[in-house]
Nanobody
Framework: VLQLVESGGGSVQASGSLRLSCTAS????????VGWFRQAPGKEREGVAV??????YYADSVKGRFAISQDNAKNTVYLQMNSLKPEDSAMYYC??????????????????WGQGTQVTVSS
């Protein structure tokens, strides 16, 4: 069973930066997509960045501020978060799966999930 482990969360002031890491227990051969999702208290889990077939996709709310990348040699996917805002505060999750293009931001299409890492941005 594929296991995903996130790291890199923490507390930062607004306009600061963080880099999250998602390390897989094995090479993700059966999954065509790896995504970062986030969930704030009382809100639904939402997709923020996805790599699918080597192409990066971003939610409008993070476009231009976040960057997703992958290092296949390390089985690791990164999320570089710049110009952070208080509304970016949430638990961030890494997920993997064989998803459709239209469902790349749909959490229901992902079958492997990490345990999450907390990001807190203060104003």
């Amino acid at each position: 069973v594929l296991q995903l482990v996130e790291s890199g969360g923490g507390s930062v002031q607004a306009s600061g930066s963080l880099r999250l890491s998602c390390t897989a227990s094995e090479y993700i051969t059966s999954s065509n997509s790896v995504g970062w999702f986030r969930q704030a208290p009382g809100k639904e889990r939402e997709g923020v960045a996805v790599i699918r077939g080597g192409t990066q996709y971003y939610a409008d709310s993070v476009k231009g501020r976040f960057a997703i990348s992958q290092d296949n040699a390390k089985n690791t996917v990164y999320l570089q978060m710049n110009s952070l805002k208080p509304e970016d505060s949430a638990m961030y999750y890494c997920a993997a799966g064989s998803v459709s293009w239209s469902g790349r931001f749909d959490r229901r299409e992902y079958i492997y999930w990490g345990q999450g890492t907390q990001v807190t941005v203060s104003s």
